[in-house]
């Protein structure tokens, strides 16, 4: 399966593993289930700016493509620390016909359609409701349109001879 990975990194070093930690997990994660990694986008930290979410733009672009089926995590607190934002998130990317997996064994929970968890449960209702509304209007979503930034993210184009079992 041919996935695109996300990562991001804190603006505060102390506060979260680094990116490169976050890649090797990747890597590993990938080459252990014949995952084909074709591109890896990370937003990275900028000195005195927020972080922002020009990696994730550029996930959606390649998603766009048509040429990766899942975007690969290293954990769903990437997305955000916080669980509704998660949630539209995961939404979003379910939408544009991604499947979503993650590196991390916790996550099983959180990306399964059955979960306990209240809020996601009514997070995910209302996403639900939202869409069918807007069908019902006759609305189509409106294309992701990645805004141009100023730096601040990495693309990582992954050559096919790197490919985990050696095939181009």
């Known amino acids: 399966m041919r996935v695109v990975a996300y990562l991001r990194e804190s603006a505060d070093p102390a506060e979260d593993r680094p990116a490169f930690?976050?890649?090797?997990e990747?890597?590993?994660?990938?080459?252990?289930?014949?995952?084909?990694v074709v591109a890896i986008c990370q937003d990275v930290?900028?000195?005195?700016l927020a972080l922002g979410r020009e990696g994730y733009r550029s996930l959606l672009g390649i998603l766009a493509s048509g040429n990766v089926e899942a975007v690969?995590?290293?954990?769903?607190a990437t997305l955000s620390a916080d669980v509704v934002l998660q949630e539209v998130?995961?939404?979003?990317l379910r939408a544009r016909g991604a499947r979503v997996l993650s590196t991390d064994p916790a996550d099983a929970e959180v990306?399964?359609?059955?979960?306990?968890?209240?809020?996601?449960?009514?997070?995910?209702?209302?996403l639900v409701r939202v869409a069918e509304h807007r069908e019902s209007l006759g609305l189509l979503p409106a294309p992701p349109a990645?805004?141009?930034?100023?730096?601040?993210?990495?693309?990582?184009?992954?050559?096919?001879t790197d490919a985990p079992d050696g095939t181009a």
């Open 111 to 126: 990306l399964s359609p059955a979960t306990d968890d209240a809020t996601r449960r009514f997070v995910r209702d209302v």
């Open 72 to 76: 690969l995590l290293p954990g769903s």
């Open 26 to 36: 990747i890597r590993r994660y990938a080459a252990a289930h014949g995952l084909d």
């Open 45 to 48: 930290p900028r000195p005195g």
């Open 146 to 160: 990645p805004a141009p930034g100023e730096g601040g993210v990495v693309v990582h184009l992954v050559p096919a």
């Open 21 to 24: 930690a976050q890649q090797e």
């Open 89 to 92: 998130m995961l939404w979003d």
